[in-house]
């Protein structure tokens, strides 16, 4: 017999400013559609109650905020965007034994009971990257990121990559969070000449950084895009329409882009009006977290989050995503991950739409960092270029 209550209350922390509000402002009107559209379906045995807190950015408000949530009664919490967060979120999860379901792509190296990650982790998004962008371009690389978590430990892994493959790290440097004075870094950049940049920052610092990469680009054709590239494991729709013509020819990779050619994707897109225009994989994976969560209840018939997971475990709820399964050894998605480039428009194109999912590996101990030419023969065999 179900033990759910008439109204299911569910968290959502996402902060609406700060250095990376773009992305919190997504994640929060992903899950917040999702909410909206379940309760006017009429196919629920309950309502669902969203009680949102906002932390404007400032880490140390994640924790007593997601206590504030679990207050009200919610057993689980939908959040979350940078890994320094989240980790200040865990310890209250624990103490209550309520869930974070986490929508944002991460660096991996974690793997806790109260938190589902429903972002890509290193074996679906750096290494997929730089498979394909070490044929193309080589590899001697140079590492930029914003100065913490995110971007050293997405960085670390990157070096890895690149030297196991027999390149080299040309350089690598680190921003304060929303510092847009970048000039020194563009200048070793420009004297140092790596074959492409991986570029780990994250809001408007990565923004000012691509705009003078852009300028340096037209003062000198050796570092325009086609030649040496910056590529991106976390650069969204909203972000490349902002940016336009400025930061064409960047490559990114994510599970989820507007334009990806699934009838999943043409179901959800339809579903939305023209405000809800560019999505990106945050909001994407956030209103997937809201459908994966009610399935699980629904599954589960109680707010108990193994039960809720365990009956995860076993089923591959529609998503925008597709069919998402959640793995049971480390609570983690199972994804497709997808490389699209920005067009002069600002517009994310995809130019290789992966069939085969990449099942989790958070902790890398059994994936190989090298990308020799046997692995860039596998690696695109699952991988159809699109047009």
Same mark, same amino acid.
């Given at each position: 017999m179900s033990v759910l209550e008439q109204t299911v209350t569910v968290g959502l922390l996402f902060s609406t400013t700060g250095a990376y509000a773009a992305l919190g402002r997504e994640g929060l009107a992903g899950a917040q559609l999702a909410v909206q559209a379940l309760n006017a379906s009429g196919t629920l045995p309950f309502r669902i109650l969203a009680e949102h807190r906002d932390p404007h950015g400032i880490t140390e408000r994640y924790a007593g905020m997601a206590a504030e949530i679990i207050a009200t009664g919610a057993r689980h919490i939908i959040g979350c965007t940078t890994s320094w967060s989240r980790k200040e979120v865990i310890p209250v999860l624990e103490k209550h034994d309520a869930t974070l379901w986490y929508p944002c792509p991460y660096e991996g190296f974690e793997c806790n009971e109260q938190v589902v990650y429903l972002g890509a982790c290193p074996n679906q998004h750096i290494l997929p990257l730089l498979q394909h962008i070490l044929p193309r371009f080589g590899n001697n690389g140079y590492l930029v990121g914003s100065n913490y978590i995110w971007g050293w430990e997405t960085n670390r892994i990157a070096r890895d990559i690149i030297e196991q493959s027999g390149g080299s790290v040309a350089g690598e440097r680190?921003?304060?969070?929303?510092?847009?004075?970048?000039?020194? =870094?563009? /200048?070793? =950049?420009? #004297?140092? /000449?790596?074959?492409?940049?991986?570029?780990?920052? =994250?809001?408007?610092?990565?923004?000012?950084?691509? $705009?003078?990469? *852009?300028?340096? @680009? $037209?003062?000198?054709?050796?570092?325009?895009?086609?030649?040496?590239?910056?590529?991106?494991?976390? #650069?969204? $729709?909203?972000?490349?329409?902002?940016? @336009? *013509?400025?930061?064409?020819?960047?490559?990114?990779?994510?599970?989820?882009?507007?334009?990806?050619?699934?009838?999943?994707?043409?179901?959800?897109?339809?579903?939305?009006?023209?405000?809800?225009?560019?999505?990106?994989?945050?909001?994407?994976?956030?209103?997937?977290?809201v459908q994966l969560l009610v399935a699980g209840l629904l599954a589960a018939e109680t707010e108990d989050g193994r039960s809720v997971l365990a009956s995860l475990n076993q089923a591959t709820p529609s998503t925008p995503l597709g069919p998402l399964q959640i793995m049971a050894a480390n609570n983690h998605a199972v994804l497709t991950p997808h490389i699209a480039r920005v067009t002069a428009s600002g517009a994310l194109a995809i130019i290789e739409q992966r069939d085969e999912p990449i099942a989790p590996e958070p902790y890398l101990a059994h994936t190989s960092l090298v990308v020799s030419a046997a692995d860039r023969v596998r690696a695109g065999s699952n991988l159809r270029v699109v047009k």
């Open positions: 680190y921003a304060p969070l929303g510092d847009a004075d970048l000039g020194h =870094i563009l /200048r070793d =950049i420009r #004297l140092k /000449r790596p074959d492409f940049v991986l570029n780990t920052l =994250i809001g408007p610092s990565s923004y000012s950084f691509l $705009e003078a990469y *852009h300028a340096l @680009g $037209e003062a000198d054709p050796d570092f325009s895009m086609e030649k040496r590239p910056v590529v991106s494991c976390n #650069l969204a $729709e909203g972000e490349a329409a902002l940016l @336009g *013509h400025k930061a064409a020819g960047l490559y990114t990779i994510a599970p989820y882009f507007q334009a990806l050619r699934t009838s999943a994707n043409q179901h959800f897109l339809g579903q939305l009006d023209a405000t809800s225009q560019p999505v990106s994989a945050f909001f994407a994976q956030a209103y997937s977290a």
